[in-house]
């Protein structure tokens, strides 16, 4: 098991656990998330063009999320549904955002 970033979750950055590959099961309640947040899905290694494919998807979906444009390690997209809504999103390991976040102290990024 592994922790990731999955990126507009119906407006929201969330932290998932789940394992490449194997599907998985998140709920994030209102009271956490101001709005209840359903997951089902797989977390799958792709390369870097299919990750860019769901980035500017979610970019242009939602322009709130043009800082994660700095992502460096463009590996990683969560294929399923939010809320019941087929999606395809880009998700980050909590390790590449936590040394991103490190190495860009000085810029703002997007939770």
Do not use: H
Request: proline share 5%.
């Amino acid at each position: 098991m592994a922790k990731f970033m999955v990126y507009n979750t119906a407006g929201l950055t969330l932290p998932v656990e789940a394992k490449v590959g194997s599907p998985f099961y998140f709920e994030c309640p209102e009271e956490e998330c101001g709005k209840k947040v359903v997951l089902e899905g797989i977390i799958i290694e792709v390369s870097e063009a299919e990750f860019n494919k769901a980035l500017e998807s979610t970019i242009e979906e939602d322009p709130n999320f043009k800082p994660i444009e700095k992502i460096e390690v463009r590996k990683y997209v969560f294929r399923g549904r939010v809320n019941g809504k087929e999606v395809e999103l880009p998700a980050e390991s909590l390790v590449d955002f936590a040394k991103r976040f490190i190495e860009n102290q000085n810029n703002l990024i997007l939770l």
